[in-house]
């Protein structure tokens, strides 16, 4: 025992020496070093390295290091690492408002560097203006523009004798059809959080937004309330859809991971999804299975229905980076025609900036003719007062499955969340 | 369990246990060789500087309102404490903090207790079950909440047990009814940390010397006034500090909450740990969600203070 215990110490004091090391061999590649840092999204790494290895190529004289991190995780080191002046020279920033590292909220402390002046900013759309400009400035750079739809696997739907439905009325028809066929038409992974949102965007897109796309706005004036507006049927439709075993039995204990193994599986035909998660379906499926994506119908006219999409990946440069000229070259190359085509094909995703060199994943089809046709509403919560509505949705969502809470319960909650500062 | 732990007192009674090791010899080496007390300064200058410099620094932003990223904060006195006390979300966390971590304490340490007195007895693989019952302590919280996370699942491994074995009327959404959710998690942290627990009331047990249990046996004692005279109060020590590991775990409960249901479904496992986290890293409430960690730590400071004035007089009135 005794011999043992310097033998322990020494390892302790070991182990903290490399701690440290390891620590401050970060620091000063921050510091002093010629490397651009820079943060991205963990699901963003395909298309992140694929774009700084064609960065590389065009300037072998500048080296690159990039972190990934998970949402929460990302979030919470960026804010601190912003605060103490230690963060990477290149991060990822949510577009818009209603999260920690949105652009809103980073902007307010002067973390971000003003873009305007560079050649991409004119080129950004008016739709995209409202979540990439803070008093008329840009601070970020939009990479991707992402949707949010059925993904379905097209020999599933084929197997239950089914097509892409239209309109409300064919949507429960599509459930019964795959029940009959012992699948259910949308798996729902509700334990994870953030998918609660998805099927009320795809629901709100038509019910709330066709009819008034200014519906964020006047919530945030205290104009309008969840309560009072066509969120009720929105909700209301969503657990129709329960009702009518469309959904996975149990959503409230089946994770993310375990929905996009139902679809790829064939459990269920579909899931609602961010078009960022078809790379996954696509692997777990394999790569010769077929995808497809279909907006959600919530009326029975099919002329109404929209679909939530916006910028989603988008990127800051850091105002008090280390490598500012070098920041400025690897900002440029994300905006170039190059940079958004690597990025998105890498992705399963679209560019946002003008592109004619891109060529879309064949599943993305459905995302593209709506965007084409001007059918498109913004991610909800990009344009909500403050974090904790989407946060307080996402709870709701939650309590309506489990029957602990009622829609009206659920909307209330929602509109004190949005009265809060 | 209880089988195990009775054979072993038969055990004890027909012939000699394990060989004890001779405490009486090692509290004298060690009282002869007491350490000075300025040995501890590196390692207390080390943890002021790691943790209780920047807790200070911190606990003064709960009487502002920062939001964690701007550098302008407004001192705004009582106020994140009048809001708290307001805030039903918190109440509720309260509430669940207190019911998982008394849960916890209380099965845990029966169940290590049990354990400790099944692998003192004579068996031929206590050596492997010692090391088996031990084994998920030395596991990450966050990795066995992933893991349970899928046995849990609606599709899991455990209700695809249950239907096998028969019992399919047993099955349960195990982490989205969230009149179960709580419970599973609890499930959890036994399951890991018992064979922790049960370390500690192993060591207490080892160091009864033999002679009283036999002094007992001779006089008469059955197996549970043996348990409740003899092993009970030589014990109070290992019983004093599992208690207190337990309820101090159990009030901080965050890792395997945050990995198996975030705290959902609809706010069913949300402890003051997971309220404190979403209020700072989502909401970018940094002064509330500071004001938050501060009567929590009041809270455990007082909850553990009381027990740990209660154990101490139990044990006294026992030695």
Redesign the interface.
């Known amino acids: 025992m005794r011999a043992s215990r310097p033998a322990a110490a020494t390892l302790a004091v070991l182990g903290l020496a490399a701690f440290t090391a390891a620590c401050t061999s970060d620091t000063a590649g921050s510091g002093g070093g010629d490397t651009l840092r820079v943060a991205a999204n963990s699901t963003d790494r395909e298309p992140m390295d694929a774009v700084v290895a064609a960065f590389r190529k065009a300037n072998p004289d500048i080296k690159v290091s990039v972190t990934y991190a998970d949402t ?1 995780q990302l ?2 080191t960026l ?1 601190t690492q ?2 103490s002046g230690t963060a990477p020279d290149v991060f990822t920033v949510w577009p818009g408002n209603g ?2 590292g949105a652009l809103q ?2 902007q ?4 971000l560097a003003d873009l305007s002046g560079y050649s991409f900013a004119s080129k950004i759309s008016d739709g995209d203006k409202s979540v990439t400009q803070v008093d008329g400035k840009t601070y970020i750079v939009p990479v991707t523009f992402n949707g949010i739809g059925a993904i379905y696997n097209k020999a599933t739907l084929t197997e239950i004798g089914g097509t892409e439905p239209k309109t409300w009325d064919d949507v429960l028809a599509l459930c019964t059809k795959a029940k009959d066929h012992g699948k259910v038409l949308l798996a729902l992974g ?4 953030w998918v609660t949102q998805l099927v009320d965007y795809s629901l709100a897109a038509t019910t709330v937004y066709a009819q008034n796309p200014d519906f964020d706005a006047e919530l945030s004036a205290g104009k309008a309330t969840f309560a009072g507006s066509a969120w009720k049927q929105t909700m209301q439709k969503y657990l129709d859809l329960d009702k009518a075993g469309c959904f ?8 993310y991971e ?1 929905s996009i193994s139902d679809v790829a599986q064939g459990k269920a035909v579909g899931v609602v999804q961010v078009t960022t998660s078809i790379p996954q379906v696509q692997k777990e499926a394999g790569a010769d299975a077929e995808l497809g994506m279909f907006a959600l119908p919530s009326t029975n006219n099919a002329d109404e229905t929209r679909i939530p999409a916006a910028v989603s990946a988008a990127y800051g440069l850091n105002a008090a980076g280390k490598h500012a000229a070098e920041g400025k070259k690897f900002v440029e190359f994300l905006a170039s025609s190059e940079g958004q085509k690597i990025y998105a094909e890498k992705g399963s995703t679209l560019p946002v900036l003008p592109n004619d060199s891109f060529k879309a994943d064949p599943a993305l089809t459905g995302l593209i003719d709506m965007q084409k046709n001007g059918k498109t509403v913004p991610f909800m919560d990009q344009r909500w007062p ?3 509505v989407q ?1 307080t949705h ?3 969502v ?2 309506l ?2 029957g ?2 009622s829609v009206d319960e659920a909307l209330k909650s929602m509109d004190d969340a949005a009265k809060k500062s | 369990m209880a089988t195990v732990a009775t054979s072993s007192f038969q055990k004890h009674r027909d012939g000699p246990p394990d060989k004890p090791p001779a405490p009486h010899t090692g509290k004298r080496r060690l009282s002869r060789q007491r350490a000075p007390w300025w040995f501890v300064l590196p390692a207390l200058a080390f943890f002021a500087f790691v943790v209780l410099v920047p807790s200070a620094q911190g606990g003064w932003w709960a009487f502002t309102d920062w ?5 302008v904060k407004h001192f705004v006195g009582l106020d994140q404490f009048r809001t708290l006390w307001h805030d039903q979300a918190a109440r509720d966390a309260v509430g669940t903090t207190l019911l998982a971590a008394l849960s916890i304490t209380i099965v845990q340490n029966a169940i290590g207790l049990l354990l400790a007195l099944g692998v003192n007895a004579h068996l031929k693989s206590r050596n492997i079950l010692r090391v088996l019952f031990f084994a998920p302590a030395v596991i990450t919280p966050v990795v066995t909440a992933y893991l349970w ?1 899928y046995l ?4 899991g491994a455990i209700n695809a047990l249950l239907k096998t074995v028969g019992l399919g009327f047993l099955r349960q ?6 009149d179960v959710a709580l419970w599973s998690v609890v499930a959890v942290v036994v399951w890991q940390f018992a064979g922790y627990s049960m370390v500690i009331f192993l060591a207490g047990l080892q160091s009864i010397p033999q002679e009283i249990y036999e002094a007992a046996a001779v006089d008469g004692a059955g197996p549970v006034r043996r348990f409740w005279s003899v092993i009970r109060p030589m014990l109070a020590p290992a019983i004093t500090i599992n208690l207190m590991l337990s309820i101090i775990g159990g009030l901080k409960l965050f890792d395997q909450v945050w990995v198996m ?2 705290g ?5 496992t949300d402890t003051l740990s997971t309220v404190i986290y ?1 209020q ?5 409430k940094y002064g509330y969600s500071i004001a938050m960690g501060l009567v929590l730590t009041l809270f455990v400071i007082v909850v553990s203070g009381l027990q740990y004035g209660y154990l101490s007089r139990q044990e006294k009135k026992n030695s």
């Open positions: 929460d979030q919470s804010r912003l605060s999260n920690p909220v980073l307010k402390g002067g973390y509700n334990q994870t959080n996975s039995k149990n959503p409230n204990g089946t994770s375990t403050n974090p904790e946060a996402f709870t709701a939650q309590k499955f489990s602990s809470e | 939001d964690g990223i701007s550098p996370k849990y699942a609606p599709e959404d195990w982490l989205g009814d969230p249901t975030q959902g479904p609809g706010g069913a979403k700072a890293f989502q909401f970018n």
